[in-house]
Nanobody, 121 residues
Framework: QVQLVESGGGLVQPGGSLRLSCAAS????????MAWYRQAPGKERELVAG???????NYADSVKDRFTISRDNAKNTMYLQMSGLKPEDTAVYYC???????????????WGQGTQVTVSS
């Protein structure tokens, strides 16, 4: 099993910045693709940004040029640097990872518990 723990959420004023982190832990695993999703009240969960093992990234149009996703494979940790935050970025942000359990060769998808980001003056 793999556990994902997000941190770094909070309250920020419009135009401000936050950095989210997602740390993966467990035994005998390798992380493949990772991504950040978010879910605002009354809305469906949506992809914010994704990154593969080699560092190739993709972003939702709504966050391009404002958010930057990155990862440290040695630390099994992913980051989301958010700048120019807008009230519409308010949501619970979830970490998602696809990992292979080395003993069984099984690929599975995992979710973190989420971290709240609130953008308000």
């Amino acid at each position: 099993q793999v556990q994902l723990v997000e941190s770094g959420g909070g309250l920020v004023q419009p135009g401000g910045s936050l950095r989210l982190s997602c740390a993966a832990s467990g035994s005998s695993f390798e992380i493949n693709n990772m991504a950040w999703y978010r879910q605002a009240p009354g809305k469906e969960r949506e992809l914010v940004a994704g990154i593969n093992w080699g560092g190739r990234t993709n972003y939702a149009d709504s966050v391009k040029d404002r958010f930057t996703i990155s990862r440290d494979n040695a630390k099994n940790t992913m980051y989301l640097q958010m700048s120019g935050l807008k009230p519409e970025d308010t949501a619970v942000y979830y970490c998602h990872a696809v990992a292979v359990l080395l003993r069984s060769g099984t690929y599975s998808a995992y979710w973190g518990q989420g971290t709240q980001v609130t953008v308000s003056s």
